[in-house]
């Protein structure tokens, strides 16, 4: 499917982008979605809500986050100037809590006391028991029991938050399942609980909030980049699991034509299906978790398992409004392997003393791409989603490294 690029492309149909998004839900969420729906739009005009979102960001994330020059990336590869927009160095270390704490404050104002959320590596999970901790809100997060095993450390994180992990057994135990799960938790509990999604998915409002939350990286990376080499950079270069931080970098530069925007999808192992999760680049029109969008499935229309070095990025499916970049043209989409990221990983570490996310890897290996096609003279900017603590002792062993 090709259409062409209207920027005006989200304002057509409330919730839908060209012809992605979209509500699909079980009559017993549509209340709850209508409501959500409803006290958003009241907290996007009002003053105090922002200006509280706004104080909460600085003092708790620790926004704005900084734009750091790549000097010896740029040195190594020998083609346009490398920038980072430094989301890894946020409070809980990437950027998912700019989500978490938008809808936490959503939360409160609908006078719920009760938070739910899907995680599949334990990111999301954490943010969200973080924001639950400082608010005083109980938290239950839903986990499939595979990445409960793998991720024994953000288990504990969670628990130590405050926060009941419960893990899911169903499928395959990851986190379409955890998502499933939480649906139907919400479903059953609408009442008092709101269920934190994770990324730019799920049934209207979540894309387009979600998106709103995280728009703060593209507007700061902006004016970032006009300070401090005075013009727009030539390239914007994000990861894309669900597509919550490359939505987030990439909608200031929208409007920008010029500005070419690219988002890198997990080639995994390869191309045959099970082995990657580029949705975009395999997917097909579908209908899951609520919304229209492209998701990796059978000929039956079943959601196929999908791989990624990278749990952050192991989604079958894309926000719906990363379908309708790729359709028109706007966004260009392409996939990094699992190898070329973990030597990703290994130069921005060596060359800069930042170790990124293995997601934020993916990037990192298509910005080089970038920067030699580009050439000496342009510049390319890199959403540097996420800190790679978390990913040491996966990187030991996928190199075969005894800890
Ligand atoms: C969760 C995560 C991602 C993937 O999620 P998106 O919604 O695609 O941004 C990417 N990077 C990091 C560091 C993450 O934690």
């Not at 709101?194 to 998106?211: D, Q």
């Not at 999760?277 to 209908?287: N, R, W």
Request: charged letters at 20%; proline letters at 4%; one cysteine or more.
């Amino acid at each position: 499917m090709v259409t062409t690029f209207d920027l005006n492309y989200d304002q057509k149909r409330p919730g839908f982008f060209g012809p992605f998004g979209g509500r699909y839900s079980p009559e017993v969420l549509i209340p709850a979605l209508d409501e959500l729906e409803s006290i958003y739009n009241e907290c996007r005009q009002d003053a105090e809500f922002q200006a509280e979102l706004q104080r909460l960001s600085s003092e708790y994330i620790g926004r704005p986050s900084a734009l750091t020059l790549a000097p010896r990336l740029t040195a190594e590869w020998g083609g346009a100037t490398v920038y980072l927009k430094r989301e890894d160095l946020n409070h809980t270390g990437s950027h998912k809590l700019n989500n978490a704490l938008g809808q936490v404050l959503l939360t409160l104002r609908m006078g719920k006391r009760r938070v739910i959320a899907e995680t599949g590596a334990g990111q999301h999970g954490v943010a969200t028991a973080t924001v639950a901790a400082r608010f005083g809100l109980d938290c239950t997060v839903y986990m499939g029991t595979e990445d409960v095993r793998r991720q024994q450390l953000n288990v504990f994180r969670m628990e130590l938050l405050g926060a009941e992990v419960v893990p899911v057994e169903s499928g395959t135990g990851t986190l379409k399942d955890a998502t499933n799960e939480a649906m139907r938790d919400w479903a059953r509990n609408v009442d008092d609980t709101h269920y934190i999604i994770g990324s730019v998915i799920g049934p209207h409002p979540f894309p387009m909030m979600v998106r709103d939350f995280h728009s703060v990286i593209g507007m700061e990376a902006r004016e970032q980049m006009l300070a401090r080499t005075g013009r727009l950079p030539d390239a914007v270069v994000a990861c894309v699991g669900g597509g919550s931080n490359a939505i987030g970098a990439f909608h200031a530069f929208i409007p920008d034509l010029q500005v070419r925007l690219v988002g890198v999808e997990a080639g995994g192992r390869g191309d045959v299906g099970g082995d990657n999760s580029a949705s975009i680049t395999f997917g097909q029109i579908g209908y899951f978790h609520g919304t229209r969008s492209l998701y990796i499935q059978a000929d039956s229309g079943q959601i196929q398992n999908v791989h990624s070095v990278s749990a952050g990025l192991d989604y079958p499916g894309v926000g719906p409004e990363h379908a309708y970049l790729a359709v028109s043209g706007r966004g260009e989409y392409v996939r990094v392997s699992d190898d070329e990221a973990i030597a990703a990983f290994r130069e921005m570490s060596r060359l800069e003393g930042i170790m990124p996310a293995l997601e934020s890897s993916h990037a990192i290996a298509q910005a080089r791409r970038l920067a030699t096609e580009l050439g000496p003279g342009k510049s390319v900017l890199i959403c540097l989603s996420g800190r790679g603590d978390k990913d040491v002792a996966e990187v030991a062993r996928l190199l075969g490294r005894e800890l």
